[in-house]
Nanobody, 118 residues
């Protein structure tokens, strides 16, 4: 059974930091591109950051320089370090796994809420 479980969300003040974690199971983690997406109320889901099987990273422009994605293949974990948070970072953040082999399925976690507010 494929499972992605996010954690680390919560309420933080503007300018603060959070680290999100995603624990993966039931997938060939090392063969998956991992990513974080977010969805704010009334808006479409958008890519935050991704990290490939060769540790190449990609960030949305609004997150570049503030967010850092990383992965630990041994632990089947992916992380998102978020610094200098702004109110418009408020969203549900989702972990995503995309296989690079086979049928290349796409998997999603249930999301973790991040609220940036004074």
């Amino acid at each position: 059974q494929v499972q992605l479980v996010e954690s680390g969300g919560g309420l933080v003040q503007p300018g603060g930091s959070l680290r999100l974690s995603c624990a993966a199971s039931g997938i060939m983690f090392s063969f998956c591109t991992m990513a974080w997406y977010r969805q704010a109320p009334g808006k479409q889901r958008e890519l935050v950051a991704e990290i490939t099987t060769s540790d190449r990273t990609n960030y949305a422009d609004s997150m570049k320089g503030r967010f850092t994605i990383s992965r630990d293949n041994a632990k089947k974990m992916v992380y998102l370090q978020m610094n200098s948070l702004k109110p418009d970072d408020t969203a549900v953040y989702y972990c995503n796994a995309r296989a690079t082999i086979g049928t290349r399925p796409d998997y999603w976690g249930q999301g973790t809420q991040v609220i940036v507010s004074s």
